[in-house]
């Protein structure tokens, strides 16, 4: 059997150290058909890059920059032969430094800039990990020469097409030299300025990489062994899943499991490519496969959450009997970049969930100047704090008497909007943010708990 080609992705908890990344590289090391390798900035870093990004104070940022520069360094002096790349480190660390000191104004290009440094840094680092423990050539490689993107600083669009061109122009040729670690989450525009995924983003790099250079696998590396039934930190009882379905996994991820970024298996259903999860800490226990037939198809295999949703309630008598109410409705939303994730109709009004990630740079929100346009011809309601659930499984759609047992199970819990039969692999529905927790344990119990 000819050799396969996979491609495997290191989240942030398996680079948080010395030790976590020389774990990392036996994991690559005892399989020559890991090729390229994307990683994750190091534990935190992010999180402390998107504080140095919210500070407006330049003592704070600087500050932040600092502690960076130290867990950075702390890292490096854990290394065999840190000579070989602390110029290099320095240098990144330098730079940042340098941008955090001055005095500007915080654009999401320059948010983008900054936020490419912890990936940088990792990578930077991990390869030098990986040419210590294996004693042969590793490439690092700017993922920004690969990952084109459009503009939108904060969560850029890949273009794939662009991306096959640069991943034949910058991967292949260097795939029979040697490893080649790369950095997921950051990309550039198609005039070479930095630009981020979204964060989370990496897995949807280690993806776009592995259909751009036409990998048979792409593995995700993370803290937990396996895709399990429900997030783990949620529901301690939760049980490893061993086979899920591309359309599930897909589901699963846009439903709010962070296991993987709601993108990952985009690329990966184009190419028709496997994508295997499992643990960096503990690499021999069983992860989850996820392809596109499974032998079993549960009619529900595993619940997700997704916190901070807004629902946006607008009603108007202008839609009885009428028509163009929707299509007015959905223009000032998509004039605005105004993303609706789950809609539900009645004769006279439009229910929608949208994220309120107000956070999130790139994501737009529910400003006034879209309340106000939108109240000039409809009543416009907002709730906040709400959690959307989904069960994901096969046939729920045509699944009779399944509505009856799961909202039975919740006749205590305020139902805010139900979607059921769009699609086969969900259901899902709103309820508030208080009472998730207990709403995904009491379901878990129910329908997934053996
Ligand atoms: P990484 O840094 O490796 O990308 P993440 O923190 O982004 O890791 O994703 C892993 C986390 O996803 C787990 O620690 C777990 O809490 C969370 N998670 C949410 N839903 C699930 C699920 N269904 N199965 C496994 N993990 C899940
Ligand atoms: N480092 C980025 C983040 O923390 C991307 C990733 O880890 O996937 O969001
Ligand atoms: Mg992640």
């Known amino acids: 059997m000819p050799n396969l080609f996979k491609v495997a992705k290191f989240g942030g908890t398996s680079m948080a150290d010395a030790a976590a990344m020389r774990r990392c590289a036996a994991i690559v090391l005892s399989d020559p ?30 500050a932040i920059a600092e502690q960076i520069r130290d867990k950075h360094l702390a890292i490096c002096n854990d290394l065999e032969e840190p000579e070989n790349i602390q110029e290099k480190v320095e240098e990144l660390l330098d730079e940042l430094k340098a941008i955090a000191s001055r005095k500007q104004i915080m654009t999401g290009m320059l948010r983008d800039e900054i936020f490419s440094f912890g990936e940088r840094l990792s990578s930077t680092i991990f390869a030098q990990v990986l040419r210590e423990e294996s004693g042969s050539e590793v490439i690092w490689l700017d993922a920004r020469n690969v990952i084109v993107t459009d503009s939108n600083f904060g969560s850029a669009e890949p273009l794939p097409e662009q ?47 592995a259909e751009a ?56 259903i184009r190419k028709n490519i ?28 595993a619940i997700s959450l997704r916190r901070n949703q807004t629902l946006l309630t607008v009603r108007s ?62 009543e416009v309601e907002i709730d906040r704090n709400l959690s959307l659930i989904a069960l994901i499984g096969n046939n729920l759609d045509a699944t009779a008497g399944l509505s009856g047992p799961v909202f039975g199970a919740l006749e205590d819990v305020n139902v805010r909007l139900i979607c059921h039969g769009a699609s086969s692999h969900n259901l899902c529905f709103l309820v508030s943010e208080n009472e998730s927790e207990e709403v995904v344990n009491i379901l878990h119990n129910k329908f997934i708990k053996e």
């Open 163 to 209: 991306i096959a061109f640069k991943s034949d122009e910058f991967v292949q040729p260097k795939l029979n030299s040697g490893r080649i670690v790369t950095q997921g989450f950051i990309g550039s525009n198609r005039q070479g300025v930095t630009t981020t995924l979204g964060r989370g983003g990496s897995d949807y790099s280690a993806a776009l990489f």
């Open 213 to 268: 250079a036409d990998a048979d696998v792409l593995e995700i590396w993370t803290d937990v062994t396996a895709i399990y039934t429900t997030d783990p930190r949620i529901v301690p009882g939760a049980k490893p899943i061993t086979e899920i379905s591309f359309d599930e996994a897909a589901e699963l991820s846009v439903f709010g499991a962070k296991v993987l970024h709601p993108a990952t298996m985009i690329p990966a």
């Open 274 to 301: 496997k994508v295997y999860v499992g643990s960096s800490m503990k690499p021999d226990e069983p992860g989850t496969w996820i392809v596109k037939e499974t032998k079993n198809n549960p009619v529900i295999r």
């Open 33 to 62: 058909d890991k090729k390229i390798i994307v990683v994750s900035a190091t534990a935190g870093t992010t999180n402390l890059l998107t504080e140095l990004v919210s500070d407006s104070s330049t003592d704070q940022r600087v």
């Open 317 to 378: 008598l202008e839609m009885l009997h009428q028509y163009g109410f929707l299509a007015k409705l959905f223009s000032v939303l998509s004039e605005h970049k105004i993303s609706v994730d789950l809609v539900t109709t009645s004769e006279v009004s439009v229910a929608l969930t949208l994220d309120s990630d107000i956070n999130t740079p790139g994501k737009q929100k529910l400003t006034d100047e879209v309340l106000e346009k939108l109240r000039s011809f409809c």
